[in-house]
């Protein structure tokens, strides 16, 4: 069964300080992998989708990268308005359904 | 981008009652879309796959004939909650996909938050 662990669960950071976030998963073959944000009480925002080993996509302070087991979301310098929760979901070969992990709850003080 | 809109945004019912929420891509066709439910503080649980023109293809756990999911036309699905109990108050997220060459992505509407009295 595939399965999706995102690390941490929670996460404080004070404006400035940059860190990462983790997304580890067993899928049955990789295709790709998602990460959205997602503010309380609104849907998902797409951010990226990342398609092989190795590489890296870039928007504004966001940064991720995908390895064959695992991905992780840089966030370099953030701001409060970082603040919100991050999904992965990766994309299993031979299938459209899409599992996202239990995300990671970023907050981001002034 | 492509817009998925959602409605209603939120909705207070008696138990007992059934409820419709519409999912409509506006600036595209979407021949699948997934609808999610989400409990506070947890991730997104994927409900059912509902493909335009056949029957949805629901998850484990998840009863058909409480959930009824059509997706009539390539731009609209519906999520009818039937005899709504309070334990299925929840916030409900539905999603259209898009792929493409290098270009795989979900849009998500914006949400419904069902509560049940």
């Known amino acids: 069964e595939d399965q999706v662990t995102q690390s941490p669960e929670a996460l404080r950071l004070q404006e400035g300080e940059s860190s990462s976030l983790n997304c580890s998963y067993t899928v049955s073959g990789l295709r790709g992998l998602f990460w959205y944000r997602q503010d309380p009480g609104k849907g998902p925002e797409f951010l990226f989708t990342l398609y092989s080993a190795g590489e890296e996509k870039e928007k504004e302070r966001l940064k991720a990268t995908l390895t064959k087991k695992e991905s992780f979301l840089h966030i370099t310098a953030p701001k409060p308005e970082d603040s919100a929760t991050y999904l992965c979901a990766p994309l299993p070969s031979g299938t459209y359904k899409y599992i996202f992990g239990t995300g990671t709850r970023l907050k981001v003080l002034a | 981008g492509a817009v998925v809109s959602q409605h209603p945004s939120w909705v207070i019912c008696k138990s007992g009652t059934s409820v419709k929420i519409e999912c409509r891509s506006l600036?595209?066709?979407?021949?699948?879309m997934f609808w999610y439910r989400q409990f506070p503080k947890q991730s997104l649980m994927l409900m059912a796959t509902?493909?335009?023109?056949?029957?949805?293809?629901?998850e484990q756990g998840v009863e058909k004939d409480k959930f009824l999911i059509n997706h009539a036309s390539l731009t609209l699905s519906t999520l009818t909650v039937t005899s709504a109990h309070p334990e299925d108050s929840s916030f409900y997220i539905c999603?259209?996909?898009?792929?493409?060459?290098?270009?795989?992505?979900?849009?998500f509407g914006s949400g419904t938050q069902l509560s049940v009295l």
């Open positions: 600036d595209f066709q979407a021949t699948t």
């Open positions: 509902s493909n335009e023109g056949s029957k949805a293809t629901y």
């Open positions: 999603s259209a996909r898009i792929s493409g060459r290098e270009s795989e992505k979900l849009f």
